[in-house]
């Protein structure tokens, strides 16, 4: 089963609008990723936040992590159309021992933007 | 570097046949992993290599599958024999693995479709 669970399942706005995507897991984490899938290509690295950070901004992109909720949201500034695509939370599980970055994505959110 | 590098692109092949998979990892990445991509069950984690040793492999559906990584940069996922429930997106991924602790990214190969007829 997936560890990271991202609301909502799909999402439409208007170019300019912001869009904000949440996601939610279970067990402790080193850190927390998302992702981007255009359709019919392979993800795109997005942003890192530790477990020991609380925000983190890249660009049009910020993303807060709450560890005692285990959750996280990612928000899309001033989005334009080319932001089209899935965006999927994963997160990297401290279970002890060396991480070799063995990531568990969540179900994703399609975020369509509309010109 | 041209990135993680899949082939095929694009895979048709009938019930029972063999399907093989490969990747070339980013050179100097440590990990490497195949995930499997479908609607219903979304990114799964198939198996993942360190130094080019299997680390994990609970996520390999059955004994049909099988990965191997022979050297840095090269890896291959078989099937066999194939059946129409294997059609997925099969994805390579490689990241610095166990030399950024902590804080490994994932670097996506474009993905082989495989449909099994």
């Known amino acids: 089963s997936q560890q990271g669970e991202e609301d909502p399942q799909a999402l439409s706005i208007q170019e300019g609008e912001n869009a904000t995507m949440n996601c939610s897991y279970k067990?402790?984490?080193?850190?927390l990723q998302w992702y981007r899938q255009n359709s019919g290509r392979g993800l795109v690295h997005l942003i890192l936040i530790r477990s020991n950070e609380r925000e983190k901004h890249s660009g049009r992109l910020r993303v807060t992590l709450d560890t005692s909720k285990k959750s996280s949201s990612l928000l899309i500034t001033a989005s334009r159309a080319a932001d089209t695509a899935s965006y999927f939370c994963a997160t990297d599980p401290n279970a002890g021992g060396t991480s070799y970055g063995k990531l568990t994505f969540g179900q994703g959110t399609i975020l369509t933007v509309h010109p | 570097d041209a990135g993680v590098i899949q082939s095929p692109r694009h895979e048709v092949t009938e019930m029972g046949q063999e399907v093989t998979l490969r990747c070339k990892p980013i050179?100097?990445?440590?990990?490497l992993f195949w995930y499997r991509q479908t609607m219903m069950r979304g990114l799964e984690l198939l198996i993942y290599?360190?130094?080019?040793?299997?680390?994990?492999d609970s996520g390999m559906p059955e004994d049909r599958f099988s990965a191997k990584m022979p050297n840095a940069s090269f890896s291959t996922l078989k099937i066999q024999p194939s059946e129409p429930r294997d059609s997925a997106v099969y994805f390579c991924a490689s990241s610095l693995g166990d030399r950024v602790p902590g804080a490994n990214v994932l670097t996506f190969g474009a993905g082989s479709r495989l449909t099994v007829l």
């Open positions: 050179s100097g990445h440590n990990s």
């Open positions: 290599f360190n130094n080019n040793v299997p680390i994990d």
């Open positions: 067990t402790s984490i080193n850190n």
